[in-house]
Antibody
């Protein structure tokens, strides 16, 4: 079974750095891209960006470009989402998910369980 | 355009049929996928492609598409279908970017 397991909840102060993780299992980690999705409190889903673990090529939504960094370590089947300087507005639930692509068909499955990031002074 | 537009809220009587729609230019090129999200839970894929249901999704869920509009139909809505529903598609930029609709809150009366 293809599964994504994310790291636990984090509480940080503004200006601090953070890296959260997403570990894949049940498949060859380099076979599928991994995307990150943000959900701010009480709000909808926002696609942030994706990485191809086979070569670490990334692309980002214009809304998130320059604000976060997506990386991966294929030796341990883990993708990361990181911030160098957190802001209160980064408070959100973050999900990783596998994008599936087949011509005009695109979908995300499975999803990780989510990592809650709280940034507060 | 890279936007997908959904009605914020829809209600349906128990056992009746409801359609949730999603509009966007990218839907002329790509099929939408649909996700159900219940409070405190991660999104779950319910429909993808032309009208494909993942294993475990009841057959009362179906999808369709016409022009720039995709639809998720629940035939015989159940109390457990009350949730937020999001559509998703590639955007039409030509890059491997995705976009989500704003979500529809479904209330089962």
């Amino acid at each position: 079974e293809v599964q994504l397991v994310q790291s636990g909840a984090e509480v940080k102060k503004p200006g601090e750095s953070l890296r959260i993780s997403c570990k894949g299992s049940g498949y060859s980690f380099t076979s599928y891209w991994i995307s990150w999705v943000r959900q701010m409190p009480g709000k909808g889903l926002e696609w942030m960006g994706r990485i191809d673990p086979s070569d670490s090529y990334t692309n980002y939504s214009p809304s998130f470009q320059g604000h976060v960094t997506i990386s991966a370590d294929k030796s341990i089947s883990t993708a990361y989402l990181q911030w160098s300087s957190l802001k209160a507005s980064d408070t959100a639930m973050y999900y990783c998910a596998i994008p599936r692509i087949s011509s005009a068909y695109n979908w995300f499955d499975p999803w990780g369980q989510g990592t809650l990031v709280t940034v507060s002074s | 355009s890279s936007e997908l537009t959904q009605d914020p809220a829809v209600s349906v009587a128990l056992g009746q049929t409801v359609r949730i729609t999603c509009q966007g230019d990218s839907l002329r090129s790509y099929y939408a996928s649909w996700y159900q999200q219940k409070p405190g839970q991660a999104p779950v894929l319910v429909i993808y492609g032309k009208n494909n249901r993942p294993s475990g999704i009841p057959d009362r869920f179906s999808g369709s598409s016409s022009g720039n509009t995709a639809s998720l139909t629940i035939t015989g809505a159940q109390a457990e279908d009350e949730a937020d529903y999001y559509c998703n598609s590639r955007d039409s930029s030509g890059n491997p970017n995705w976009v989500f609709g704003g979500g529809t809150k479904l209330t089962v009366l």
